[in-house]
């Protein structure tokens, strides 16, 4: 067992409970398998370990010989190679998730699968944004038509760039992706193509693989954040302010408990109805309820929308499970540690693979698909009911800790917030306390937790830094539930961790909000996909001030990046023309050409470049630098 102690490995007290009951228990957790993982290899660290054909592996030293591997590939090519394939990985990872549901609207559109269209307002602006004339047409043709729309990018043959990139990204980007011959036209055909690049003996020059990393980065941030976001809007609702709790305390003794984990709502959406419709068994079976608690960007998308409170973040999956009060914990993709299966076998409870993609050996697996959702949720529920009869009592021990959050701030909700008190030009409040200084910047703060870092803790202390400076955060993914559970999520946070100034606008539109009080000073705005309704709040403030979006005093950081998403949504954020922070260090310091380009040569080809700072209180100030300097320049 680990030699840390619990204080070194999170700051979520908790996380600190459950690691304790998991020592006692004699279950291994995702701490103790790193400690056997160390020391990690230094090439691999680097970067410089090339397997790309069977003459490998080769390994380059930074320090000496060899500096080349068998072929003559050098640490600036392999470095490269290996930073577009991980950007590939992470970008597979959202584009398939957005076309599966674009999918989903079409079998909901033709009558074959269970859900609704939530949000026919959506519906008709995302029509509108395509060019797609509405009038006349019933909602089921119009979301057949948006589908299909969607569904082009992926058939699309020509040279001209995928239509979601062009409907979707201001005039000024578009303008400079393409005279850097980095959009995007097909988002499989790119990523083919940049498999193809990184093989032996293809491309040798690393600037041009990163100019495909930037372009890769937009496949990400347009095929698969903006697609995956604007058609879940239209089939799940666009979210609202809600009011609800996170932290493992949000499990309940005497229910049946259901966690939902991974990222594809048309899951953890089915999990909420059918446990909401199937309460009378959960209480013939002895339980007072159900309660459904979300973990990851699945907790992030039914936080949002249906006010489901939320478990925990990645780092701690393991320990909701040694509560010994989880009876089911249902996953769908990304971001599951396949090690549930053995935690899960260490207690009642059940754990549930949906996805055909996504199986894990000692899980139930009870298929998904658009057409049989209700049945998978059905099932899914009920398992979870059959299981709570089989809990055993005496390793139940919930942790106390639970927080009050307000979430559902997408962007329509924070210009509707806004527009009370403003009604005729929303943005103008925001805007004016820009200017004036009452807000300082803005920071989008997301991502993971990572087994190299202690949870939350770079997260926590540079918000708090960033927040008494008086700058906006606004969150998503598993920071968005590291910052719940310490209460920067809701008014009371305004008060403890929000400057003055920002204090005061936060309560001016608060109380304009009907909220009785400030608004939170950190807004949620979702899961990882949801990463777009931050592009598309950072467009709307600069096309109001008619500047670039890199011209605006805003920033987006990961303080506890793990996963390829992560590389390849940060490379979107700053290929956007943000400043993007990075806590911990992507697998590049071994090429200089690398470092440099993407730390400093970049910004003067789209204005954003990448800021790597592993200590909370540094990254703040390196931040806060970047604000005033775009401050400074805007003359405000
Ligand atoms: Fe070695 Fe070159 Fe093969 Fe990579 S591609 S494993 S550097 S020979
Ligand atoms: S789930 S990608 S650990 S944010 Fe989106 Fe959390 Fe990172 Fe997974």
Known sequence: MSNMTNEGKTIDPAAAEMLSKAAS????????????????CGFGELGVCCRNCLQGPCRINPFGEPKRGICGADADLIVTRNLLRTLVGGAACHV???????????????????????????????????????????????????????????????????????HSAPQERLDVWGKLGILPRNPDREMRVAMHQTSMGVDADP???????????????????????????ILF??????????????????????LVHGHVPAVSEKIVEWSRKLEGEAKAAGADGIMVAGICCSGNEVLMRQGIPLATNYLSQELAIVTGAVDAMVVDVQCIMPSLAQVAGCYHTKLITTMPIAKIPGAVHIPY????????????????????????GRKVDIPAHKSEVWAGFSVETIVGALAKVDPADPLKPLIDNIKNGNILGAVGVVGCNNAKVKQDYITVEMVKDLLAENVLIVATGCTGHALAKYGFLSPEGAKKYAGSKLLAVLTAVGEAAGLGGPLPPVLHMGSCVDNSRIGDLLAALAGYLGVSISQLPAAASAPELQHEKAVSIGT??????????????????????????????????????????????????????????KRAALGI
């Open 237 to 258: 609702g666009v979210p609202s302010a809600v009011k609800t709790a996170a932290n493992l305390g949000v499990l309940e003794k005497d229910k049946v408990n259901i």
């Open 25 to 40: 228990e004699k279950i291994e957790t995702t701490w103790d398998r790193y400690e056997k993982q160390q020391p990690q």
């Open 207 to 233: 600037v041009n693989l990163l100019l495909a990393c930037l372009k890769i980065g937009l496949v990400d941030g347009y095929a698969g954040l903006q697609i995956g976001t604007d058609i879940q809007d």
């Open 369 to 392: 698909t658009p057409e049989r959702a209700d049945e998978m949720g059905q099932e899914a529920v009920r398992t979870a009911i059959k299981a709570f009869a089989a809990r055993d």
């Open 572 to 629: 979107w954020a700053a290929t956007l023309g943000v400043f993007t922070h990075c806590g911990v260090a992507p697998q590049v310091l071994g090429s200089p050409v690398a470092v440099k380009v993407l730390t400093s040569d970049m910004e003067g080809l789209v204005g954003g470049k990448f800021y790597v700072e592993p200590d909370p209180h540094a990254a703040a100030t390196g931040i806060l630098a970047h604000i005033h300097k």
């Open 96 to 166: 398939d998730h957005a076309f599966d549901a674009c999918e989903q609207l079409l079998a909901v559109a033709e009558g074959n699968a269970p859900y609704e269209i939530k949000s026919a307002e959506k519906l008709s602006a995302i029509a509108r944004k395509c060019g797609i004339p509405t009038d006349g047409k019933d909602e089921k043709s119009l979301a057949k038509e948006v589908a299909l729309r969607a569904l082009e990018n992926f058939q699309n043959i020509t040279e001209e760039p995928m239509n979601w990139i062009s």
